[in-house]
């Protein structure tokens, strides 16, 4: 029988808990999310930029109802449990954040994440008071929900241009006090940094892969005091590189050398 919604909030609750840090990789449709699943990944989430790029969109241009679709069709897809990717929660007010908490869960997630990206260039991160009260009222909406809804929330200094390591720091730790289950920070520049916030908190941290040069071993993360990796859109670039490259040779060249090599 498939697993429950229950079951599948239950395991990816105890990956958080478990003795090791695990990688949470990020499919961009069913398909690649079976072909995780049979690699043998325990959990799946979503990523707002291949999401939206295997549409043929940008980054943050799909719409809730968008967001939430494709969510489902990967939570359909496995019977693993999946995350989604809620980008700032699709409105500037709390009840915006918990509004697209609840309706993740509807839609078979068992976590989600919501950033602090107000999406104003020119104040690019939500005031601190402001953006804890909307995650303070995610995780109101995650605990009603009728399971064990694991709740992130992003503090996205470094990703939007405001690259302030103590600032990152003090938002982190007012999110874990609103009750976030885990806590992220993309685009941390250095381990040291890594290890000065897994410090700086008692919840679980997420690293993220994909920036050259700041893609640590899962070994040395774990070193550092994470506890989840995810990999964003870096395995939705390997394959669109890899297409592109073949349908290159195809095109300039004719050949199709590129079948021997599957």
């Known amino acids: 029988m498939p697993a429950s ?10 990956l958080h808990e ?4 695990f ?3 990020n499919p961009w449709d069913p398909g690649s999310a079976r072909a995780l699943a049979k690699l043998g990944f325990e959990a799946l989430a979503t990523s707002s930029g291949a999401s939206a790029a295997a549409l043929g969109r940008r980054d943050g241009e799909l719409s809730r109802d968008e967001v939430l679709a494709h969510a489902r069709a990967i939570a359909a897809a496995t ?3 999946v995350a989604a990717d809620l980008e700032n929660g699709f409105g500037d007010a709390p009840a915006d954040a918990a509004l697209t908490i609840r309706l993740a869960g509807e839609a078979g997630c068992v976590g989600g994440s919501i950033e602090d990206f107000s999406g104003d260039r020119d104040r690019p991160l939500y005031d601190l008071g402001q953006a804890a009260e909307r995650i303070a009222a995610a995780v109101e909406a995650a605990r009603a929900l009728p399971f064990a809804f694991t709740l992130t929330a992003r503090a ?9 390591l103590d600032d990152t720091i003090r938002r982190l730790q007012a999110y874990e006090k609103a009750g976030a289950d885990v806590l992220f920070a993309p685009c941390l520049p250095s381990l040291d940094a890594v290890r000065t ?14 920036v050259p040069g700041c893609s640590f071993s899962v070994a040395e993360l774990q070193a550092a005091g994470v506890r989840r ?3 964003a859109t870096s395995l939705y670039r390997v394959a669109m590189a890899a297409m592109t490259a073949a349908a290159k040779e195809v095109k300039e060249q004719g050949t199709f050398g590129y079948v021997d090599r599957l």
Request: hydrophobic share 40%; with cysteine; charged share 25%.
């Open 156 to 164: 996205e200094n470094y990703l939007r241009g405001r690259p302030d």
């Open 197 to 210: 916030v897994c410090a700086a908190v008692r919840k679980p941290v997420n690293f993220m892969i994909g």
């Open 229 to 231: 990796v995810s990999l």
């Open 79 to 81: 019977d693993l449990p």
């Open 5 to 14: 919604q229950h079951d599948k909030a239950l395991r990816f609750r105890q």
């Open 18 to 21: 478990g003795p090791a840090a």
């Open 23 to 25: 990688v949470i990789p």
